[in-house]
Nanobody, 127 residues
Framework: QVQLQESGGGSVQSGGSLKLSCAAS????????MGWFRQVPGKERVGVAT???????NYAPSVEGRFTISQDSDDHVVYLQMDSLKSEDTAMYYC?????????????????????WGRGTQVTVSS
């Protein structure tokens, strides 16, 4: 059974940085799409960035150039480095991984197929 655990959230002032981590356990598949999503109360969860098993990355326009997704494949950890944070980045951040199947074209559009989700980590940016 795949499990994901996020960490690294917290409170920071506008312009600051945070680095989120997502540790995966129970991984048995060699190919995957993993991603970071965020959600604010009353709104839908939206994609922030994705990365596949070959390290190809994709970003939402709102975070392009400020956030960087990366991974340590050997340890099954995915990171999200967030720089130049803005108040509008305040949200609960979730990690997700595809499990039994996924499509590269959907990963490029920030969709993680057949997902397993973590429980989330809160990021609060004050202006």
């Amino acid at each position: 059974q795949v499990q994901l655990q996020e960490s690294g959230g917290g409170s920071v002032q506008s312009g600051g940085s945070l680095k989120l981590s997502c540790a995966a356990s129970g991984i048995t598949f060699r190919t995957y799409c993993m991603g970071w999503f965020r959600q604010v109360p009353g709104k839908e969860r939206v994609g922030v960035a994705t990365i596949d098993h070959e390290g190809r990355t994709n970003y939402a326009p709102s975070v392009e150039g400020r956030f960087t997704i990366s991974q340590d494949s050997d340890d099954h950890v995915v990171y999200l480095q967030m720089d130049s944070l803005k108040s509008e980045d305040t949200a609960m951040y979730y990690c997700a991984t595809s499990t039994r199947w996924w499509q590269p074209s959907r990963c490029r559009t920030l969709i993680v197929d057949d997902p397993t989700w973590g429980r989330g980590t809160q990021v609060t940016v004050s202006s």
